[in-house]
Every structure is written in structure tokens, then in C-alpha cells.
């Protein structure tokens, strides 16, 4: 009796992996392909990871010079699939149909949706650990109520209030080049210390050798969670069985939670101390934070675990990314001294060698033309992920619910069809009339903050910090790029310059 109730345990069990590992893909993969969606083709548990492992190690082989072209180094696959299979094609995750999509009106419909069809993707095991529940991967009420606390923490009035730390900090920063004249020095790595402090100070109030401990155990979790992203493991199977990189990745996420929550109670002790009342909590991100989690409108309350999961998603958003678009910048002005020059002499007009204003950093029409021009040769999210939460219509395509969406918004600002011939060249004045008119209205063909009600809630806060930045050293010196340096755009997290930015300066 217990044997046959065994036996057809065992024969569900393989009922259940067979409909999900073949039953299941091979029936999208017939559907989507009677629609004209095509794509490499499913294989049997890793579906397409394999080879797109394989193509990208192979991507990173060939040697690039200064060339910005680097949509089919960072993401050969989209790139190579796209040209074999059409602007939207099908690859597997895994089991997982993913539909990647690069047509901008389609994107539109996706990124724009508010009837919640398309909601986020939920995050891997890896991912969660990271940033859990917060405000990127969250829907409904509870992101409402997350993306207004961050709305208000970091926009009006709250950015200006931070203009005097990032000014300290890249104060600090230029300082630190002072006796590095002539000689070689790697500012993807001053940036990371520079972002890294801007957000520990502006939205927790803390140094960033408070914040530093969080940081390393950050930068530690980010090759985990990298090395994860073309992982398949069989369905079930880290219940039973740990990998080395799930348990150090266990260890990160509690040390991490361990020293925001030390930050918390460091934050609240302080503020019995001086009145006990609120509103000494503070008016930053953290503080507004610890008012909502003490508030007793039930509306706006926040647990104290969603507390953690939103501090721990904006030390990783707001570092990394900002991180990326000051080390790009920087080998564009280093490679085109004809721009150095001309955002140099806006930032002379508007500040002299005075520290820059608010009001200043507004009208640096040059200093925006580049730094738009940066993100988009090199967006520093490349990836959006949806899903399909219902059979829904997407254009002329009928979508089944579980369908994983891909938008890369690299291969939208590389496409030659939106940006013409030169798109792989560095031409900030294309955007010498805005966004709008270099898009020729055509939202989609630049994205590098996202779209729609899911937009960066940080633009705003990164763009201010990455002009301070700039301003700041363009003030106090001039650069070129060292011999040392070697140019290999790698997609990590962001796309990452590999082996750092070396650069020569010259003290003005
Ligand atoms: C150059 C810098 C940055 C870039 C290129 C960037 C890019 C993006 C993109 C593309 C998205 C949309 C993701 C999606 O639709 O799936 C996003 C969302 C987000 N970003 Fe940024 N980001 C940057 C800086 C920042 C900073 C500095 C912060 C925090 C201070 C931040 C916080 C966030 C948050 C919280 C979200 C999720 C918003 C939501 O889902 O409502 N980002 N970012």
C-alpha cells in the first residue's frame, strides 16, 4: 500500500517536471512561433543559458580599442539573435520563455501598462537578498506607498538640502588628486568611494566609513548575484542542497541587514536622546523612513522589514549606477578633448572657481548634452524585466501569462535605425535640442532611466551628483586617458569599464 502510494508520488513528480521542462516550453515555443516570434531553440533544462554564457565569454575575448560600438561585445546574444530572428525574438531562462523585445512601440506599451499586465518579474532567490520586497520589485499599494516616501526624499527641496554634502564629497575627492598630478590614477575606483559616500551621507546621515562596512559586504554579494543571473538549478533542489555561493550569499544578507539595523536603532537612541520627539529622526531617506515605520496611520506605516529591504535597494541603486556614469564620462572627455574643453569653459562661466549652485547646475546645457550622450552609448541598466501576469495582447501578438519580458535599452541607443549611421560615435550635439527632438519624439529610443510609472525615482538625484562631480574636477583640472588604459566595456551589474579608467591629470 505504502509502495504504490510512493510509486505514484514518484509518477506525479515526473508528471509535474515533464509538463514544466518540455511539455510547457515546447508548446510557447509552437505558439509564439505561429505568430512569427523566433529564437534559438529550447533545450532541455538550461534552455538557451549555455550559449549565451559561451557567446558572451567569447564577446570578451576580442579586443575592442576605443570603440564605442559595444552593443555585440556587452550583449552578443540580443545582438546576433536580433539580427538572426527579428527585432523580437524568444530565448529560454532555463524553462523560463523570455521575450525579448526591441521595438520601441512595443516597449512603450509595456513599460507605460497600468492595468498591472506586465508587472515586474519577481527577483531570484540571489536577487532578493539584495534589495527583497522594496520598491523595485514591489507592485500595488505597498510600491504607491514606497515610491512616494522616495519621491519625497529625493526631489525638491530634499535634493537641494543635499547639494552641500555632495559638495563636501567631491570636494574631498578632488583633495585627494591634489598630489597625483602627472601620474596615473583609476577614477572608476575614486567614483565608487565618491558615490559611495554622497548616498551613506545624503540619504542616511552617515560617513561613509559608517556606511563602509555595508559597501564591502555590497561589492562581495555583487559577483554572487552576477554569477547567478545563468544559473539553472533544477527545480526544488536548493532546499535539499546548498552551494558554496547561496551559503556566503545567507552570511552577506545578515551581515547587511545586522548593520542597517545598528544604523536604525543608532538613529532612534539619538533622537529619544534629544526630545524624544519624531521629528528629530531627521528629514533624509532614513529618517522619513523610521516616520513611516512609527506612524500610526496604518496607510503609511512600513514594517521594519520593509525598512531594511528599501535602505539595502538604495545603497545598491544609488552607488553602482551613478558609479558607471561618472567612469564613462570620463573616458569620453578623456578620448574627445574638443568636449573636455567646452564643458570646462560652461562650468568657468557658470561657477568661476567658486563651488557650484543649484540654480547653476540647471543651466549646464553642455555638461547634459554629454551626460546624456554618455547614457546612451553607455546605459548603465541594461536590462528591464516583466512578466506576463494574463494572457494579454502586446501589438499583434497574443502573449500566455509566465512569459519573462526583456527590454534592453542598449540595444535601443544602438540601434542605427533610431540613431542613424554614427550611432556607435560619441556626438553630444545630438541632444543640443533635448531629449525630445534627438528621439524625434520617439520616447522608447532613449531609456537609460527606465519609462513609464516605473521610472528612475533617482534621476534627478543622479544627474545633480554626477554634474557636481564633473563640475568640481573640471574646475580644478585637466585630464587624458593613461596609456595603461585599457578599454573593455563589461556587462556586470552595469556595464562596468573591466579593468577600471587610468587616467593622467593635469592640475588648471
Ligand atoms: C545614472 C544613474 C542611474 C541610472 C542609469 C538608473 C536607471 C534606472 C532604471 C533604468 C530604472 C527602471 C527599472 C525598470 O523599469 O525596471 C531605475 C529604477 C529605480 N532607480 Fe535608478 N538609476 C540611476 C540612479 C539611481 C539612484 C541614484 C537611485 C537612488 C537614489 C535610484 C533608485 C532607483 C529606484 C528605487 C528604482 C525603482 C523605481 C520603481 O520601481 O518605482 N536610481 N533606475
Avoid at 520627539?277 to 520593509?306: P, R, V, Y
Avoid at 535605425?417 to 560615435?425: E, F, P, T, Y
Wanted: aromatic share 10%; charged share 25%; net charge positive.
Amino acid at each position: 500500500m505504502i509502495l504504490s502510494f510512493l510509486c505514484l508520488l514518484l509518477l506525479l513528480a515526473l508528471v509535474k517536471t515533464f509538463h514544466k521542462l518540455w511539455w510547457t516550453p515546447t508548446r510557447i515555443q509552437k505558439l509564439m512561433a505561429l505568430q512569427g516570434i523566433q529564437g534559438p531553440s529550447y533545450r532541455l533544462i538550461y534552455g538557451n543559458t549555455k550559449e549565451i554564457s559561451n557567446m558572451q565569454k567569447e564577446a570578451m575575448r576580442r579586443p575592442i580599442n576605443l570603440s564605442h560600438d559595444i552593443f555585440p561585445r556587452v550583449q552578443p546574444h540580443i545582438h546576433t539573435w536580433t539580427k538572426s530572428y527579428g527585432r523580437n525574438f524568444l530565448q529560454w531562462y532555463g524553462p523560463q520563455p523570455v521575450l525579448v523585445v526591441t521595438e520601441p512601440e512595443l516597449i512603450k506599451e509595456i513599460v507605460n501598462n497600468k492595468d498591472g499586465v506586465y508587472p515586474k518579474q519577481r527577483p531570484s532567490n540571489f536577487m532578493k537578498k539584495l534589495v527583497g520586497d522594496s520598491i523595485t520589485i514591489t507592485e500595488g499599494e505597498k510600491w504607491a506607498k514606497l515610491r512616494k516616501l522616495s519621491n519625497h526624499a529625493f526631489h525638491g527641496e530634499s535634493l537641494t538640502n543635499m547639494f552641500p554634502d555632495m559638495i563636501a564629497s567631491a570636494k574631498a575627492m578632488a583633495e585627494r588628486w591634489k598630489n597625483q598630478e602627472g601620474k596615473e590614477i583609476n577614477v572608476n575606483e575614486e567614483f565608487r568611494l565618491f558615490t559611495s559616500e554622497v548616498i551613506s551621507r545624503t540619504a542616511f546621515g552617515s560617513s561613509y566609513l559608517e556606511g563602509q562596512k555595508i559597501f564591502e559586504m555590497m561589492m562581495k554579494f555583487y559577483p554572487l548575484l552576477y554569477k547567478s543571473f545563468l544559473k539553472v538549478r533544477f527545480p526544488g533542489m536548493s532546499k535539499v542542497f546548498r552551494t558554496s555561493d547561496e551559503i556566503e550569499s545567507d552570511k552577506l544578507e545578515k551581515g547587511i541587514r545586522d548593520s542597517i539595523m545598528e544604523m536604525v536603532k543608532k538613529r532612534e537612541q539619538k533622537a529619544v536622546a534629544k526630545s524624544g520627539e519624531e521629528e528629530i529622526l531627521g528629514s533624509d531617506f532614513l529618517g522619513l523612513l523610521l516616520k513611516a515605520h512609527h506612524s500610526t496611520d496604518e496607510k503609511n506605516q512600513i514594517s521594519l522589514n520593509e525598512l531594511v529591504e528599501e535602505c539595502r535597494t538604495f545603497y545598491f541603486a544609488g552607488q553602482e549606477t551613478t558609479n558607471t556614469l561618472l567612469a564613462w564620462t570620463v573616458v569620453l572627455l578623456g578620448q574627445h578633448q574638443d568636449w573636455q574643453e567646452e564643458a570646462r569653459k560652461e562650468v568657468l562661466q557658470l561657477f568661476g572657481k567658486q563651488n557650484p549652485k543649484p540654480d547653476g547646475i540647471l543651466k549646464l546645457k553642455k555638461m547634459s548634452m554629454i551626460i546624456n550622450e554618455t547614457l546612451r552609448l553607455y546605459p548603465p541598466a541594461t536590462l528591464l524585466r516583466r512578466k506576463v501576469a494574463r494572457e494579454v495582447r502586446l501589438g499583434k501578438l497574443l502573449l500566455p501569462a509566465n512569459v519573462e519580458l526583456l527590454v534592453t535599452p542598449l540595444a535601443l541607443h544602438h540601434d542605427p535605425q533610431l540613431w542613424g549611421q554614427d550611432a556607435a560615435l560619441f556626438k553630444p550635439e545630438r541632444f543640443s535640442e533635448g531629449v525630445s527632438k534627438a528621439t524625434k519624439d520617439n520616447m522608447a529610443a532613449f531609456m537609460p532611466f527606465g519609462l513609464g510609472p516605473r521610472m528612475c525615482v533617482g534621476i534627478s538625484f543622479a544627474v545633480t551628483e554626477a554634474k557636481i562631480a564633473l563640475s568640481m574636477i573640471l574646475q580644478r583640472y585637466s585630464f587624458t586617458l593613461s596609456p595603461g588604459y585599457v578599454h573593455s566595456p563589461s556587462q556586470f551589474l552595469t556595464i562596468r569599464p573591466q579593468h577600471g579608467v587610468q587616467v593622467i591629470l593635469q592640475s588648471l
